[in-house]
Structures are given as structure tokens and as C-alpha cells.
Nanobody, 125 residues
Framework: QVQLVESGGGLVQAGGSLRLSCSFS????????MAWFRQPPGQERVLVAAIDWTGHSTDYTESVKGRFTISRDYAKNTAYLQMSILQPEDTAVYYCAAGRNWGPMAVGENGYNYWGQGTQVTVSS
């Protein structure tokens, strides 16, 4: 059974940076698309960034392009989300997800089979 454990959330001032980590276990990491979703208070959970199983293709929601970078380390079975120039509107619970899809099927929650427990990111103004 695949398990995902996020870490790295916290409180940061606007303009600051954070790096989230997602540790993957219980399966073959190199066969899964990895993604980060976020859920702001009172809102739906939405895709932030995704990286395919090869590591060569990435996808970002428009609001984070140029500020966030998704990556993966096959030796450590870990996916990362480097977040820079953080803004108060980035405040949310961030979730790591793993699935077997890419392209349009990897945009929504239904494209992912496994989820982490979530980590809070709070950006103060």
C-alpha cells in the first residue's frame, strides 16, 4: 500500500520561501505521477503542480508559474515543491498525491489514488 508523508509546511512572511517534501513508500515511485494540491480555507482542493513518472514533464496552475517548482528525487523516493515569492493567497493546506495518469486526467483529484495527510502553509502579509 502506497503511503505519502508530507513535511515542510509552516508560517512565512509574504515574499518568503518554503520547500515541501513528500516521502513515498509502499510502491514503485518511478511509476507514479506525483502532484501537489492545495485547499484554502472554505474552498475546494485544487491542483498546484504535477510531475510525471519520468520527471521530464511538469504542469503548474497559472497562479504559481514562475514562483513554484515541482521536482522528484528517485534515490530518495521523494517529491518536492519549492515555493518562492509566497503571497497571502498561497495560504492553504497542501496535499501530496500519487497517481498513474498524465495529461488531462492528472488535473483533477480523481486522477490520483493516494494522498498524504496534508501540511499547513500560512503566509502572513
Amino acid at each position: 500500500q502506497v503511503q505519502l508523508v508530507e513535511s515542510g509546511g509552516g508560517l512565512v512572511q509574504a515574499g518568503g520561501s518554503l520547500r515541501l517534501s513528500c516521502s513515498f513508500s509502499g510502491g514503485f515511485f518511478n511509476t507514479y505521477t506525483m502532484a501537489w494540491f492545495r485547499q484554502p480555507p472554505g474552498q475546494e482542493r485544487v491542483l498546484v503542480a504535477a510531475i510525471d513518472w519520468t520527471g521530464h514533464s511538469t504542469d503548474y496552475t497559472e497562479s504559481v508559474k514562475g514562483r513554484f517548482t515541482i521536482s522528484r528525487d528517485y534515490a530518495k523516493n521523494t517529491a518536492y515543491l519549492q515555493m518562492s515569492i509566497l503571497q497571502p493567497e498561497d495560504t492553504a493546506v497542501y496535499y501530496c498525491a500519487a497517481g498513474r495518469n498524465w495529461g488531462p486526467m492528472a488535473v483533477g483529484e480523481n486522477g490520483y489514488n493516494y494522498w498524504g495527510q496534508g501540511t499547513q502553509v500560512t503566509v502572513s502579509s
